[in-house]
């Protein structure tokens, strides 16, 4: 999917290879792009906020310059082709040739991919206490990231980060402000957002799909008392996965484009898709995961559900955390049935929903899964903490928290290959 401003959205498809194969063979393209600051440093200008760009030549004037170097050609094949490591290579040699110190962390990083073997933390950790001290003093976030925040590297690129933000804390803000123009973020997959106040949210999340990077592929909103997702209509340049776990998360008319799977896990949604165009073009797979209470959590899954024209492309349900027989009724009653091909209640049905689905099963004919596997840990999870402030807690009869062995045998009769009870290692895939 293009975007107006990707910066490789009109490239012939030949002359980025050719750019590409260029640069791996260790040839050169001109196009660097330097923005000078006062005493001769090189800065890397963030944005319109000019006083974030006076503070980054005040630092770099007190110690060594900060050195940013930008090869536009090369940075859109590295947007364009996320996952080639020969372009990393190259990038890594010609910000070397040109004294940029990112080199040293994706050379080292990318010779150890080479080798088949993890990166030395410790010996990343150095090369990144030294480009901090020295060279990246508007990234106060690197020296957060060492200690504890969530993150992951690869190929000398923040791949995976999670950002908190306190409201009224100005320190919080201006680090989100520099990690999201910062180069180390410029091909970041997974962000994360945690929001401590509800009034943090609507500049965080405007913040974000302002400067998003075209590589990122998962977005999870978490922690507002109330927040918009309306920013965040075209958050993605490719296919990806919004989350929200939030005290309400408020869903417009949109139209959201780019978000193939939507994974919904908050108390309250208010859902208020267009009555006239799809709202959720590309949403291929929703995940319901309602916190909140029994009736509310039922109230806003089903409004989700209740209009076919919102997700025109949507083939699969996941009700893989709780309330699974509620969900089944739910998913029932939808007008979008019919266009669905996979239903997942792993770990969720009881003999209540298998007999749902036993009495349903010609209404079900179109369905080409359905998964209601059990690993078994809902039941030990309960009896567990039970018996933290009741030794003697007696569990339920089989057939409560699961799906008994006669049900499962009726199901597999009546379904025959529709019905999976066999779960996959890692599934379901839930993580953010």
């Known amino acids: 999917m293009q975007r107006d401003g990707d ?32 005493n001769g440093a090189v800065v890397h200008r ?56 990112r080199a040293e962390l994706i050379l080292f990083d990318c010779a150890s991919e080479r080798q088949g073997r ?61 990690v999201l123009v910062h180069p180390y973020t410029r091909l970041l997959r997974r962000l994360s957002l945690g929001i401590t106040s509800g009034g943090a949210a609507p500049w965080l999340v405007e913040r974000v799909a302002e400067r998003r990077p075209q590589t990122l592929e998962s977005l999870f909103v978490s922690g507002a008392s109330s927040v918009s997702i309306d920013p965040l209509r075209s958050i993605f ?48 797979i929703l995940v319901l995961r309602p916190r909140g209470s029994h009736a509310d959590s039922l109230r806003w899954s089903a409004q989700m559900l209740s209009s076919a024209r919102a997700m025109p492309k949507l083939r699969e349900v996941w009700a893989c955390e709780s309330k699974g027989d509620e969900l089944l009724e739910v998913i029932l009653a939808s007008p979008l049935l019919p266009q669905l091909r996979r239903l997942d209640f792993t770990d969720t049905l009881t003999n209540r929903g298998a007999a749902l689905l036993y009495s349903n099963a010609e209404r079900l004919s179109g369905i080409e899964e359905i998964r209601i596997g059990s690993t078994g840990d809902r039941r030990a999870s309960i009896v567990r903490v039970a018996r933290v402030g009741a030794p003697n ?40």
Not at 399 to 407: V, Y
Request: some cysteine; overall charge positive.
């Open 118 to 178: 993890k990166p030395n933390r410790d010996e990343r950790h150095a090369i990144l206490e030294r480009q901090n001290r020295e060279l990246y003093a508007l990234a106060p976030f690197l020296s957060s990231c060492m200690h504890g925040w969530p993150f992951v590297w690869a190929r000398g690129f923040l791949r995976e980060l999670t950002l908190q933000i306190h409201e009224g804390d100005a320190t919080s803000r201006e680090q989100v402000e520099a």
């Open 7 to 38: 910066p490789h959205a009109s490239r012939p498809a030949g002359a980025a290879a050719q750019a590409g194969r260029r640069l791996r063979g260790g040839g050169r393209l001109q196009g660097v792009r330097d923005l000078r600051g006062r």
């Open 237 to 284: 340049a490719r296919p990806g996965r919004l989350g929200t776990y939030n005290g309400t998360s408020h869903f417009g008319a949109g139209p959201f484009h780019g978000i193939r799977m939507l994974d919904v896990r908050d108390q309250q949604v208010d859902w208020r898709p267009s009555d006239v165009d799809a709202s959720w073009p590309d949403l291929e």
């Open 393 to 432: 807690y007696e569990p339920p009869p089989l057939g409560e928290l699961e799906i008994d062995g006669p049900w499962r045998s009726r199901l597999a009769r009546r379904f025959g290959k529709q019905i999976r009870f066999k779960i996959p290692v890692g599934h379901p895939h839930l993580g953010l």
């Open 46 to 101: 963030v944005g319109r906020d000019a006083s974030l760009e006076r503070r980054t030549v005040r630092r770099s004037a007190r110690g060594a310059h900060l050195v940013h170097r930008e090869h536009p050609e090369l940075e859109a094949l590295l947007v364009a082709s996320p996952d080639d490591l020969g372009l990393y290579e190259a990038y890594g040699r010609w910000l070397a040739e040109n004294g940029d110190p």
